[in-house]
């Protein structure tokens, strides 16, 4: 079987090279980017502490968390996938903004007011407060190995692309950026990571620019583009089927794009950790509130470039031609083609590109140190000066695991399909597994197990159904009518799925489609029911939402099974504002409060681990 990941596409060597010029501005986007993090190494107070390295000693203003908020997430994948999607699907998947603000209303006011007020470093600290140590230990886990293979994935994306502009070897692309990004991450913490995001947000947002604003001189200004596109029928808002099968419809992009934001916004290490660098709750809710307008611009630039490439393209598709192997290819194509004569421009796209790259890895590395020490080694006892070295060791091995990873990717086959499929069936238990601890005073450390268990078994199954069963994707129609070389014409884009035939299968991240496409043969029987069928159909934007729901329907039938929290009722610091006031006004109990003692005080913990325990209210002082 041939792995498509292996063959970059082929461009014209008259345009597939850099200029001196390209190589200069991506340089200068690389060393900004390492003097970011040498500048916060040798400031402040250079990274001797925990709290500092991991939440920048909770002194970060909201402007800057919110651009960094964007960037952990709007990796490679979203800036070459979505463009594509745009081309092949057409604007449907524009209706996905409107999640956005459901999102940010959300998480600000039933997520982070929790979380903060607990002063945590690891959101899976939680879990243990709310549950037990087994629930915190789980959840951890399921997010080191998301995002290890996330991070490797977003490493490996861009450097196909830049491989396909320039001809750099790919192990060359992931050694140099890599490293650039274990250096500033390693030495400069999560000022470091928030303030390089900072500024790789804005390659980002000049890249995608200069994509549009040439395309439109091209064409005599952006209103003939759209026009064109309408004439391609690829302006299309009008999906309102319920079918869950359907791929993209408005309620699957609005409500099942919800949930699947929600799991990186409202309960991800990522995001939360950037939430607690700031310096009170209300900042922490006005960054959320600053990264949503920027999602939806960063939205709308992609899909605009796609708009471009197709009107470009619509014609003379270099899909069907045979000049490319894989739609995420189409956006380094174009810039290569019809920008290259503009000396920089693509040094300047390919630093866009690895700039979404370099953010979210850098965010991906400082989290997973985060995880790492505060909730897999929580008994071992470090002094502070020890626990920041630990932390920077931990950041660095991730780093260069990742990057070894990135690498390997192209020789992993079918392994690499799996894990990637399985990544987007992650965040929907871990969003289910506190949604249930905050919404859910019922809910018992049995239930949070059994009902965790369940759903990570249903999204298994799912996503081997799915792997084994692939849906056939039809694209809108393109065709070679206007290719100068070719006399052949194809009206439309089809990918087949019949059986036992080799297929073309898009594998799906979380709320965007991946930056990879294989080859897989897949062989199915008539005998296969038409219901399981069906269920291995429904759009990937649902995963999140059946993972959560499993969650919850069993892990409250299971704790009302076991009776609850009858012997120990649920502290109300632990539960979301508004279920914790109906709860006071329906039970004046005792009350309960929460003390995190210090760490040093305290046998096997170190520092930043925290310890809590139960007291009665009267008997503590607040020192939350």
Known sequence: MNDTLETPPTFPESLGTFTIVDYIVFSIVLVVSA??????????????TTQEFFVGDRKMKFIPVGFSLLASWMSAIALLGTPAECYTFGTMFWLISGSYI??????????????????????????????????????????????????????????????????????????????VCVFYTTLGGIKAVIWTDVFQTMVMFTGLLAVIIQ?????????????KSVDGGRISFNELGIDPTIRHSVWSLVIGGTFTFLSNYGCNQLSV????????????????????????????????????MFAMYGDCDPLLSGKITKSDQLLPYYVVNELGFIRGLPGLFTAAIFSGSLSTVSSGMNSLAAVTLEDVLPHRRFSEPRAALVSKILACTYGLLCVGLAYLARQMGPVLQVALSLMGFIGGPLLGLFT?????????????????????????????????????LTGLPTTLDNCPDLNTTMTTLVVDYSPVNVTTYELYSPGYESAFTTELTTETTPETSSLL??????????????GMTVVLVVGVIVSLITCGNRDEPVDSSLLTPCIAKLRSCSCRR???????????????????????????????????
């Open 35 to 48: 003097a970011i993090g040498l500048y916060h190494a040798c400031t402040g107070g250079h990274q001797r």
């Open 533 to 546: 069928t069906t269920f291995y159909s429904v759009s990937y934007l649902w995963y999140s939402v059946i």
């Open 215 to 227: 395309g439109s001189f091209a064409f005599g200004g952006f209103q003939n583009i759209w026009e």
């Open 436 to 472: 249930l601890g905050l919404f859910f005073p019922c809910a018992n450390n049995k239930g949070a197990l059994v009902g965790v268990f369940v759903s990570f078994g249903v999204s298994t199954w799912i996503a081997i159904g799915k792997f084994l069963n692939p849906t056939p």
């Open 273 to 308: 950790q950037r939430y607690l660098s700031c310096p009170s709750e209300k900042d922490a809710k006005r960054a959320l509130y600053v990264n949503c307008p920027l999602m939806f611009i960063i939205l709308s630039l992609t899909m605009m470039c796609g708009l471009v």
């Open 590 to 624: 005792g009350s309960h409060k929460m003390q995190r003692l210090d760490d040093l005080d305290m046998m096997d913990t170190g520092p930043g681990t925290g310890y809590w325990k139960m007291q009665p209210a009267d008997d503590l002082e607040t020192n939350l």
């Open 102 to 179: 459901l999102v940010t209303v959300i998480a600000a006011h039933f997520y982070i007011p929790v979380f903060y007020r607990l002063h945590l470093t690891s959101v899976y600290e939680y879990l243990q407060l709310r549950f037990c140590r087994a629930v915190r230990l789980i959840g951890a886990l399921a997010f080191i190995f998301h995002m290890i293979m996330y991070m490797s994935v977003v490493l490996y994306a861009p450097a196909l692309a830049i491989n396909a502009v320039t001809g750099l070897k790919i192990w060359i692309s992931l050694l140099t950026v890599g490293l």
